[in-house]
C-alpha cells in the first residue's frame, strides 16, 4: 500500500520522515474507549446483587426504625394531650357540681 505525504509538511522534516517510517495504526472499536470493558462474569454478578440486596436491607431497617421512633414520639404527644383534655373535662365537671359552671350551671342541673 503506498502512502500519500503530507503536503503540507516540507519533505526534509522530522514529521514526514516518522510518516514515512511508522505504519498507519487504526484503532479498534475496543481501544476508543477510555477504560476496559466491565467484568461481568455470572460471579461478579453475584455478588453485586447479593451487595445491593444487603444495603437495600439496611436502608429499610434504617426506615422502619426512624419510622418506629417518630411513631413513638407523636403517641407520646397524642397520650400527653389526651391526659390534659380529660384534666380540663374532670375540672368543669367539678366546677358544674359545685355551683362554678356560669352559664352552663343552669342546665345541669
Known amino acids: 500500500m503506498e502512502r500519500k505525504e503530507n503536503l503540507n509538511e516540507p519533505k526534509g522534516t522530522a514529521t514526514a520522515a516518522a510518516s514515512k517510517k511508522a505504519p498507519a495504526r487504526k484503532q479498534s472499536g475496543n481501544e476508543a474507549s477510555a477504560s476496559p470493558a466491565p467484568d461481568t462474569t455470572p460471579q461478579k454478578e453475584q455478588d453485586l446483587l447479593q451487595t445491593a440486596s444487603q444495603a437495600g436491607g439496611e436502608i429499610v431497617n434504617q426506615v422502619q426504625q426512624r419510622a418506629g421512633s417518630t411513631l413513638a414520639r ?36
Open 74 to 109: 407523636q403517641k407520646e404527644t397524642a397520650a400527653t394531650d389526651l391526659s390534659q383534655v380529660v384534666q380540663a373535662v374532670r375540672q368543669f365537671g367539678q366546677q358544674l357540681t359545685q355551683g362554678e359552671g356560669g352559664p352552663v350551671d343552669c342546665c345541669a342541673k
